[in-house]
């Protein structure tokens, strides 16, 4: 099943496309929506929530048309926004009831939701102070809260990491992790930091200044590479200059060595010159592209 089909969706305010001609297909799972400031994400976002018209083209979120159904679509998807948008005098326990309550759920089964994702988001006894004293981190959490409170097939988060040190967009992201495998939610995430998404995904999209760059699944995304990272406990020179005097291709980085891969002999080069140097070999790894040399690729060829 689809959960977003776009065809030629685009956006364009006086002056500015900020949606090109976007046409992608994403399935079930954690979708990475990945483009630089101001590269039409948000823009995006909310018309797939069918609250901003597109100028031209047709999309559909879980088989529901943004142009004619946008309310059904916000009963089955939540949102959580990229800006700081939190009363700073209510308690997140009372925020989120408050959502619950206004997605169509009953007070007493909006308290019980509310209690569950506060619980599932990581928000304890500080649920029940002013949101005004919490940090960016906490913050953040509330609004995936409330983006979950209702039961949600589908979640668009926008820019969940923005503002959290390393540790928290660890947390953030290992939660987002656990929304699409342990919840079964569906989730479109966006970031212009490539490389955190890249951890989270099952599909990622790339766009610049509007316009589709890449939509496929991150396994195809980060093929792996022909080059070899081999490590031994000492002797890095020594095989540096056998593995190159056997017409291998040898780069030193650190304490490792990347060897060119040309075929099956650059196995039976390394196995040999570490057997014939008596060497303790601790490290023989074939490398992955990472998105974001993808993605510098993709941009420089445009
Ligand atoms: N309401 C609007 N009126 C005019 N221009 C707009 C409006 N909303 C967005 N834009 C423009 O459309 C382009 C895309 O903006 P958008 O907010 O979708 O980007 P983004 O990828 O979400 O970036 P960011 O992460 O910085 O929010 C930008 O050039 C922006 O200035």
Redesign the pocket.
């Known amino acids: 099943m689809h959960i977003l089909v776009t065809e030629g969706l685009t956006k364009r ?1 006086p002056g ?1 496309t ?1 949606l090109d001609q976007l046409t992608v297909t994403t399935g079930p799972g954690v979708t990475g929506l990945v ?1 630089a ?7 995006l976002i909310k018309m797939l929530l069918g609250l901003l018209p597109p100028s031209s083209g047709r999309a559909q979120v879980l088989g529901l048309d943004i142009a004619t159904q946008g309310a059904q679509i916000r009963r089955v998807v939540g949102y959580m926004p ?1 800006h700081d948008c939190l009363p700073p005098d209510v308690s997140a326990t009372e925020l989120v009831v408050h959502l619950g309550q206004m997605s169509g759920l009953p007070r007493t089964a909006s308290r019980e939701r509310a209690a569950d994702v506060l619980r599932h988001v990581g928000l304890y006894e500080e649920r029940y102070r002013p949101i005004g004293g919490y940090s960016t981190g906490m913050k953040q959490r509330v609004k995936l809260a409330q983006a979950l409170v209702h039961d949600p097939q589908l979640v668009f988060l926008d ?1 969940p990491t923005n503002g959290l040190d390393p540790q928290g967009r660890d947390e953030m992201l290992a939660l987002i992790r656990r929304i699409g495998s342990e919840f079964g939610i569906s989730v479109l995430v966006t970031s ?1 930091l490539l490389g955190e998404l890249e951890r989270v995904c099952d599909h990622v999209i790339v766009i610049d200044s509007g316009r589709l760059l890449r939509s496929s699944a991150i396994g195809d995304f980060t093929q792996a590479t022909s080059v070899l990272t081999v490590e031994v406990e000492e002797g890095t020179d020594a095989l540096l200059a056998k593995l190159t005097e056997a017409g291998q291709t040898v780069t030193p980085q650190g304490r490792a060595l990347l060897v060119k891969v040309d075929g099956p002999g650059t196995y039976d080069a390394i196995r040999d010159a570490a057997v014939e140097l008596e060497l303790c070999l601790t490290r023989l790894e074939q490398g992955r592209q990472r998105i974001e040399d993808v993605f510098r690729e993709e941009v420089a060829g445009v």
Do not use: Q, R
């Open positions: 305010f500015v900020a483009g400031n101001g590269a039409g994400k948000s823009t990229e820019e212009h």
